[in-house]
């Protein structure tokens, strides 16, 4: 018979905040919710902040790829520099 336990108990909390707002304004209201966390409810024995990371494209703004030899796939601009950086 299966039987399915449960472990690592966590509560996530999610800041409101909108995508296009400055990373440092979300950082520091997530740093708040954590100290007040922290200061109002017993029984937390760790709060922390954690990320979803994607790496991004800092020309086109889509998400970073590479072919199969690490040549950027995303736009033109970011080939021709990734070629740039090969002559030198």
Known sequence: MKIITK???RI????????????GVVTALCD????????HVDGVSQVS????????CSDCGLEWEED????P???KKAIQEW??????
């Open 68 to 71: 199969e030899s690490g040549i």
């Open 49 to 56: 902040v954690e990320w979803d990371s994607k790496t991004i």
């Open 73 to 75: 796939v995303c736009c």
């Open 32 to 39: 708040e919710i954590k100290r007040d966390v922290q200061r």
């Open 7 to 9: 472990e690592n108990p």
């Open 12 to 23: 996530i909390i999610k800041p409101n905040y909108y995508p296009w707002e400055n990373l």
């Open 83 to 88: 070629k740039d950086g090969e002559q030198q």
